[in-house]
């Protein structure tokens, strides 16, 4: 499929359509399995337009709708791509179903992935399947020693790796990613963070390997310094320094030279930074929002004794079922809860038993029946108090923030600290 589709219209892979074409991020990757140490995560920087940084993180099924509202408003864009905040194949389920459900919707959309490349090269041969046509791998050091002055840590299944064995562990599975996406024929863009005496010299050997391994086009983007991360200290790259770094490796390479360092939830023409436009929308369609499925007409609530939201979603045998009326609101039926065991396949059963509720009341949610509710546009709300108060926000589509403020724990979006992985 990828033949039919004009991939000559992406915006950052080809530098001569980027005033006509545009692209869309769809922030649904929230965690990282690496810690760079030029990186401080955060997820609401809104006067901020660098990567890593997005107002909201978005669910599969909500990304979807999100890029519908998008394109409605924006026929240029050509191109949905997901760049984080975190890393694509962090959490890979969550990349693979929004673009499953992308291509499902917009047959002819471009797409894009953009990763650290630790964990990529197993999901190469879905991606060829749904048709991504680019991806972008971030390839900082092809030495060790220069890796590991980069990476505080890499996380690569259960174990954590650091200093050269971390840069070691990384290399290796990004030139296999790259290796692999290559003999599918997908195009390959390698990013390069330039950090001025770190891997200022070793860039034009970055090229020189990205090259060997058939990569399309490098794009050498100078270090962002972010406040409380190891390298906060050292200065941008100047524009003079970059320019000959661009030109040593661009005699190697093809270089991309009209980057804007984008956004997660960047959208609109690449040097026309439209989020603002487009925050109210996602706000609206990010994890935590209430206003997405007005169709369905019920709210459950985990509850002990009907008046009080007290009960963890998983410890719940039961759930009180509410709706609402000329009166108020009412409480229709109890439905009971799928039993305790068999994996994921309990969510599955849990979303199906509330597939009419748009919303469900719970004290505590885990993370997998968090991201299987979300995928069928029931959203948890994690809060403490009277369900009346719960119902009312929902049913007025008002700031859930607000009740989950009740109760100890992170704000929307996840980890806010220094990309320490604990999104």
């Known amino acids: 499929m990828i033949n039919r589709l004009n991939i000559h219209n992406h915006p950052c892979f080809n530098g001569e359509v980027k005033g006509k074409y545009g692209r869309v991020h769809l922030p649904v990757a929230p965690q990282c399995n690496i810690k760079c140490n030029y990186c401080n995560r955060r997820y609401d920087c809104v006067n901020e337009s660098r990567p890593g940084v997005s107002s909201a993180v978005l669910s599969p099924a909500r990304a979807v709708n999100y890029l519908e509202e998008v394109l409605a408003k924006a026929p240029e864009i050509t191109v949905a791509g997901i760049a984080g905040p975190g890393d694509a194949f962090a959490e890979p389920e969550r990349t693979l179903e929004t673009l499953r459900e992308v291509r499902k919707r917009f047959p002819d959309l471009l797409l894009c992935v953009a990763s650290n490349g630790l964990n990529a090269v197993q999901y190469v041969d879905e991606l060829e399947e749904l048709s991504v046509s680019h991806v972008t791998i ?6 060790p020693d220069f890796g590991a002055l980069i990476y505080g840590w890499v996380r690569f299944g259960k174990k954590v790796y650091r200093k050269r064995q971390a840069a070691e562990m990384l290399l290796n599975r990004q030139l296999a990613a790259i290796s692999a996406l290559k003999r599918k024929g997908i195009v390959v863009k390698v990013n390069t963070i330039v950090v001025p005496g770190i891997n200022d010299h070793h860039v034009v050997d970055v090229a020189k390997m990205m090259a060997d391994l058939g990569v399309d086009i490098q794009n050498c983007m100078a270090m962002y310094p972010n406040a409380d991360s190891p390298f906060s200290a050292i200065p941008e790259p100047s524009p003079k320094l970059m320019s000959e770094i661009q030109a040593k490796a661009g005699r190697i390479m093809p270089q991309m030279m009209h980057c804007t360092r984008c956004r997660a939830d960047a959208v609109g023409l690449l040097g026309v930074d439209a989020s603002a436009e487009y925050r109210g929308c996602l706000a609206r369609n990010a994890e935590g929002a209430v206003s997405c499925a007005p169709d369905k007409p019920y709210v459950a609530v985990a509850t002990l004794e009907g008046v009080l939201v007290n009960q963890h979603l998983g410890h ?17 039926e109890e439905r009971e809860a799928p039993p305790v065991g068999d994996g994921d396949n309990r969510w599955l059963r849990l979303a199906s038993t509330l597939g009419d509720c748009r919303a469900v009341l719970v004290s505590a ?30 049913y007025q589509g008002g700031d859930i923030d607000s009740l989950k403020g009740r109760r100890k724990g992170i704000a929307k979006g996840g980890c806010c600290g220094a990309g320490e992985g604990c999104g």
Request: hydrophobic share 45%.
């Open 365 to 394: 949610i885990g993370a997998a029946p968090r991201r299987f509710l979300l995928q069928h546009n029931i959203v948890p709300v994690e809060m403490s108090g009277f369900i009346r108060q719960g119902l009312e926000t929902v």
């Open 316 to 332: 719940a045998y039961k759930f009180q079922i509410w709706g609402k009326s000329d009166q108020g609101f009412e409480l229709m």
């Open 138 to 143: 971030t390839v900082n050091a092809v030495d």
